[in-house]
Nanobody, 133 residues
Framework: AVQLGDSGGGSVQAGGSLKLSCEYS?????????LAWFRQAPGKEREGVAT???????????YYADSVKGRFSVSQDNVEDRVYLHMDRLKPEDSGMYYC??????????????????????WGQGTQVTVSS
């Protein structure tokens, strides 16, 4: 089964940066998989932040929610089975528990529909991000 391990959260001041990591295993193939980042603040629904379609070479396909576009970016570790969420110019409203998610059955890894939590079967344990003003 697919397993995900997310880490890298912490506390920063507004305007700061953090880098989250999602280590994955259990896919049939090491690349060609759709992973996503979600976040959830207390009392709010889980919100899709970004997706990435892992590849062996070339430009990494990614997709971002409007709320993070231009501030967040996703990269792939080309040696280890790991993707990263780089978060810059953080705002207090970016605070929440961040989760890595994946599902081998997803064929469309971009567009607003790809940020629906219902599409993902496998989830990491979450890592807390707190941004203070």
């Amino acid at each position: 089964a697919v397993q995900l391990g997310d880490s890298g959260g912490g506390s920063v001041q507004a305007g700061g940066s953090l880098k989250l990591s999602c280590e994955y295993s259990g896919f049939q193939y090491k690349r060609g998989n759709c992973l996503a980042w979600f976040r959830q603040a207390p009392g709010k629904e889980r919100e899709g932040v970004a997706t990435v379609y892992t590849i062996y070479e070339g430009t990494l396909p990614t997709y971002y929610a409007d709320s993070v576009k231009g501030r967040f970016s996703v990269s792939q570790d080309n040696v280890e089975d790991r993707v990263y969420l780089h978060m810059d110019r953080l705002k207090p409203e970016d605070s929440g528990m961040y989760y890595c998610a994946a599902d081998p059955g997803i064929t469309t890894c971009s567009g607003s529909a790809s940020l629906s939590a219902q599409k993902y079967k496998y989830w990491g344990q979450g890592t807390q991000v707190t941004v203070s003003s």
